[in-house]
């Protein structure tokens, strides 16, 4: 056994979110929604590809001008 463990520590911060999530149990399902909403979106290829076609080169210093 090793003298640093401390085995039944928890942080004020892992109490507090255990005991949300206690009072809450259906908070992580709303967690899931909005990352759904917001993140996992379906990724069109073809798209993506146009969009990366269509790029115009950056000059390598955009600040100067054309005298």
Same mark, same amino acid.
């Given at each position: 056994?090793?003298?640093?463990?401390r085995p039944d520590y928890a942080? &004020?911060?892992?109490q507090f979110i255990d005991q949300l999530k206690a009072q809450h149990p259906?908070?992580?399902a709303e967690q899931r929604q909005g990352r759904a909403l917001l993140w996992d979106k379906?990724? &069109?290829r073809?798209?993506?590809a146009e969009f990366s076609e269509g790029r115009v080169a950056q000059?390598?210093?955009?600040y100067q001008t054309k005298a």
């Open positions: 056994m090793s003298f640093f463990r942080s &004020d911060t892992t259906q908070l992580e379906q990724v &069109d073809a798209v993506q000059k390598p210093y955009v």
